[in-house]
């Protein structure tokens, strides 16, 4: 990899601005490769240098993946001048600057929402080209007909021309207002334009699912975690 300005590696993997990441730099409170350094215009490979600040040791990754379990009334955005957002409610400690929701889940949905700072990763999963499929379980007004489940997994076009690719869909109860679907796509409204289009309304929705990739159900509504390697392999199945 190489060199960067140390304020600007520092900062990327940090909550502070370079401002502040320069000023405790001043104070000596920076070690690389275990010399004390004083001045932010020095270099470094994050990849080959190890870089202690502040007493800990920085663990260097280019990008970042969180898992969030999203709760209502947050929106998916990285900023809003009224409302709270999802990277609100990301932790200190995790939270860098850039993140942002790769997709959005409207207001009132709940469940796996991704944050990243890598915008080609999140441009991948979301193109309905790729096939990721994002799992819902939707709770209904009224009871879902087969003939009515069929018609939307064959794919509709909507009133007003979008058109939505085919979809799958399970019932998951007898009263046949309970379904989990899966979609590759992540129109406006989606599912809740979708089940409208069969005169039926989504009182509740919540991702569980983005790939083979379930939400950890150990996280309680607004919390949120680092993705592994591993796991974000199971979101996406294609090449890097
Ligand atoms: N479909 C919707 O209608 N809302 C969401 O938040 C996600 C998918």
Redesign the pocket.
Not at 189 to 193: A, F, T, V
């Given at each position: 990899m190489k060199k960067q300005r140390l304020d600007k590696i520092i900062a990327s993997q940090t909550s502070l601005s370079r401002k502040e990441v320069a000023s405790l730099i001043k104070k000596g409170e920076l070690l690389v490769d275990g010399v004390v350094v004083l001045s932010s215009d020095e270099k470094a490979d994050p990849e080959k240098s190890e870089i202690i600040f502040c007493g800990n040791k920085l663990g260097y990754s280019e990008f970042i993946y969180i898992m969030m379990n999203k709760p209502k009334g947050v929106v998916s955005a990285s900023s809003d001048k009224r409302a709270k957002t999802v990277v609100d409610l990301v932790p200190d400690e995790i939270r860098r600057d850039g993140l942002f929701p790769a997709g959005?889940?409207?207001k009132d949905?709940t469940g796996f929402l991704l944050l990243t700072d890598d915008g080609e990763f999140a441009h991948k999963i979301l193109s309905p080209k790729n096939h990721i499929f994002k799992t819902?379980i939707a709770s209904l007004e009224k009871p879902i007909s087969e003939e009515e489940k069929t018609t939307l997994e064959k794919g509709i076009t909507l009133a007003d021309g979008t058109a939505l690719k085919e979809c799958e869909i399970k019932i998951l109860d007898g009263t046949k207002t309970k379904i989990e679907i899966k979609?590759r796509e992540?129109k406006f409204?989606?599912?809740?334009?979708m089940l409208h289009f069969v005169n039926n309304e989504?009182l509740e929705?919540e991702?569980i699912c983005m790939g083979n990739l379930s939400i950890d159900p150990s996280l309680k509504p607004g919390e949120c975690r680092l993705i592994s390697e591993d796991e974000k392999k199971l979101i996406s199945n294609f090449d890097e």
């Open positions: 959005r889940l409207d949905t819902y979609i992540g409204h989606q599912i809740k334009r989504v929705l991702r």
